[in-house]
């Protein structure tokens, strides 16, 4: 069982920045992936970033490429999501995600059906 509790959302102005934290705690290993997950309101669920526990490996949503970065302290299984130049389409709650290597592998590091672990969500809120 993995349980992730997420950290670091609030409101910013457009151009600003904001620091997400997810603590990991349970069975991860170096075969799992974990990710960040946006869903506004009446939007599906988007993948915005992903991260290979082990290899480091990372993966972006095309709407976030060059302004966010996903890194992870592994000793601490603390994964953490950098956002600059934040804009108001990023308003969003914010899910911290873990999964399995064999189900990443399969449907993809951005797909949310590839996720087995969920946190409770961070709101994050970019005005103009």
């Known amino acids: 069982q993995v349980q992730l509790v997420e950290s670091g959302g609030g409101s910013v102005q457009a151009g600003g920045s904001l620091r997400l934290s997810c603590a990991a705690s349970g069975n991860i290993d170096k075969y799992y992936y974990m990710a960040w997950f946006r869903q506004a309101p009446g939007k599906e669920r988007e993948g915005v970033a992903s991260?290979?526990?082990?290899?480091?490996?990372?993966d972006y949503g095309d709407s976030v490429k060059g302004r966010f970065t996903i890194s992870r302290d592994n000793g601490e299984n603390w994964v953490y999501l950098q956002m600059n130049s934040l804009k108001p389409a990023d308003t969003a709650v914010y899910y911290c995600?873990?999964?399995?290597?064999?189900?990443?592998?399969?449907?993809?590091?951005?797909?949310?059906?590839?996720?087995?672990?969920w946190g409770q969500g961070t709101q994050v809120t970019v005005s103009s």
């Open positions: 991260i290979n526990i082990g290899g480091g490996s990372t």
């Open positions: 995600a873990a999964g399995r290597s064999t189900d990443i592998w399969s449907l993809g590091t951005l797909s949310h059906r590839a996720y087995l672990y």
